[in-house]
């Protein structure tokens, strides 16, 4: 559970991964493989504004990029790549700062132009580059897509545009929503999310990641047995599930709600543990999208824990981005991964050094 809300509140107050066809693809990796292949962080700003309900304030989007009069987010992804070989980056933005407020609309060309930079900034690093339809939280303005609120069509709208745009990008993946909670019926949720993943196939997205979120806040722990069984009849147009990844968040402080400095588990045997077996089981894998702490002794401890058991079940866990780094304050945000630059040099929190840089292979 990550009540963003709150972290907006706090942060304002301060493939084609088609592999050559001689070696393993992406989705059939033997699981022996010693570590994930995706990490990184998540780059915030072009979300912020939004609650938990859906609801966008656009006036306080805060793009991540100084020539947009931000902190130098294309900046942060260079180091990140470079010094901590960062390969995945989790860009999230508000439904409603795509499209200005006009819901089922066509894009607006001035706020994707924004966005876009941030995108292209992340993709000139070489790394993996997630949209993540962040804020609506599975909503617009309160009301659920498709269950009494927007109709699926207009969701299925704004994934047709994205796709289209970022179609020809084998890097680019597509992060359908972050975390919806409180979806009262999980298999119409799951009709929504087949509609999109075959609108963003239909417009020639047709190998790139698609991360497929569940209910309950994407937890990870709730995944096998609450959205699980729904979301695996989601299919692509060929009957696949090739690059249909299941999205999981978990915190580690003591409500699991990503708010806390100090950590009190690392949710190994709650969570990822069964998930793990319940991914292997059905043949499928996930990413932890959004996990992190404060920069202190007890989530340092069990950070670290949780990311080497994502490492050692490699097989079925492709990758995770930490929460979060962006436009965040490195001063006052709790779970602050923004590095700091000096003179030539960004110097990383104590947390991103310890547990979040990709593991040495
Ligand atoms: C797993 O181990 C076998 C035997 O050592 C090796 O041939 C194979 O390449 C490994 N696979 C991965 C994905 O590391
Ligand atoms: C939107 O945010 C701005 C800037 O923080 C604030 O001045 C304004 O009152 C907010 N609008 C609403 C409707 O909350
Ligand atoms: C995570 O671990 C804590 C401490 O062991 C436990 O209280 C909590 O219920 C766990 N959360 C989940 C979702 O499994």
């Not at 745009?165 to 919806?180: L, W």
């Not at 949720?189 to 020639?204: E, K, M, P, Y």
């Amino acid at each position: 559970m990550a009540p963003r809300f709150l972290l907006v509140a706090l942060a304002l107050a301060g493939t084609a991964i088609a592999a050559p066809a001689t070696t393993l693809s992406l989705y059939e990796r033997a699981g022996n493989a010693t570590a994930v292949q995706f990490v990184g962080t998540n780059i915030a700003g072009f979300d912020f504004g939004c609650s938990i309900l859906g609801a966008c304030n656009l006036s306080q989007t805060t793009p991540p990029l100084s020539n947009l009069g931000g902190v130098d987010g294309a900046g942060q992804m260079q180091h990140f790549a470079k010094d901590d070989r960062m390969n995945m980056f989790r860009l999230p933005v508000g439904w409603q700062y795509l499209v200005n407020n006009k819901v089922g609309g066509t894009l607006d060309s001035g706020n994707t132009q924004k966005y876009d930079q941030l995108v292209q900034a992340c993709l000139k690093t070489g790394a993996y580059c997630v949209i993540d339809v962040s804020s609506p939280y599975a909503r617009w303005n309160g009301q659920i897509i498709g269950q009494g609120g927007p109709p699926n069509e207009q969701f299925v709208s704004l994934w047709t545009q994205l796709a289209t745009k970022y179609a020809s990008n084998a890097k680019m993946v597509f992060g359908v929503m972050n975390e919806p909670h409180d979806v009262p019926d999980i298999d119409k949720w799951a009709d929504t999310v087949q509609a999109v993943v075959t609108a963003i196939r239909g417009a020639g997205a047709k190998t790139q990641m698609i991360l497929i979120p569940g209910n309950d806040w994407t937890s990870a722990a709730a995944f096998p047995t609450k959205s699980g069984p729904s979301l695996l009849k989601v299919k692509n147009p060929d009957g696949s599930t090739d690059g249909l990844i299941f999205d999981v968040h978990k915190y580690l402080d003591s409500d699991n709600s990503g708010t806390h400095t100090d950590c009190v588990t690392d949710n190994i045997s709650s969570a990822f543990q069964p998930l793990a077996s319940w991914l292997r089981e059905n043949k499928r894998q996930a990413i932890n999208s959004e996990t992190g702490g404060g920069n202190t002794a007890s989530c340092q401890k069990y950070l670290c824990q949780q990311i080497q058991f994502l490492n050692q079940n490699a097989d079925v866990f492709l990758g995770y981005t930490g929460w979060s780094a962006g436009a965040f304050s490195p001063q006052t945000y709790e779970l602050s991964e923004v590095p700091t630059k000096n003179g030539n040099s960004w110097q990383d929190t104590a947390l991103v050094k310890a547990c979040i840089v990709a593991k040495k292979s």
